[in-house]
């Protein structure tokens, strides 16, 4: 048992939100989900574990790249409905190969995002292995 | 219309979750959000609109308290499902006072999260006027 993390108010499904943050340079790396496990997981292991919704089960972040997020701390909110987790990023955090998954900015009156960061590895070298 | 917000992935309520970041100095200030018309608003405005699930609206961020977030930058992530709004914060983030509503830490064994942050102002005095 675990009170902290028994008092998080998940939803529905039974999910927080938790946005990883660089904790070197404060740079958001990701937004994801967890549930209470991916949570438990992510405190007993000091690795970032996830609920992926679109593979339906729990996962290690990094479990295919080795680009794991080793935790330093974590925070909730006041509604205790929402987590950041200040992480040491491996290598990146984002699967098309930035370091953030946050790589588009809006830009008035264009047809599209803009992409605004350069790849920090190569997706089809890291995920063929 | 705005190509940018029509192509975000809003969920089946037709929310995207948006983290909102101090410009300043990195720090998330808190998780809220948004429907594609408080998207609108804020690009419109350059103010943080949210949608409010619990009073079910739209709701100007600041409207009673007056501590408004002031957009500088609108970032969304490789799944176009997650937005980040990088902002100028007037006073402060969190309706209980704090700068930032992630003023919690988890302490691995404590029964409880450990407020960690300062008030910056008393919600008592703010929300009567």
């Known amino acids: 048992m675990d009170a902290q993390l028994d008092g998080l108010k998940y939803d529905a499904n039974g999910l927080v939100p938790i946005v990883v943050q660089d904790v070197v340079n404060g740079e958001i790396l990701m937004l994801a989900w967890a549930n209470r496990e991916a949570l438990k997981k992510t405190v007993e292991t000091g690795k970032v574990h996830t609920y992926s919704r679109s593979r339906g089960r729990l996962a290690l972040k990094g479990e295919s790249s080795g680009h794991f ?21 491996i290598v990146a955090a984002c699967h098309e190969g930035y370091r953030s998954c946050f790589y588009r900015k809006y830009e008035p009156g264009a047809p599209d995002w803009k992409i605004i960061a350069k790849p920090a590895f190569d997706p089809k070298t890291v995920y063929s292995k």
């Open 69 to 89: 997020q080793l935790v330093r701390e974590i925070l909730t909110d006041c509604d205790k409905d929402a987590v950041i987790v200040k992480a040491e990023q």
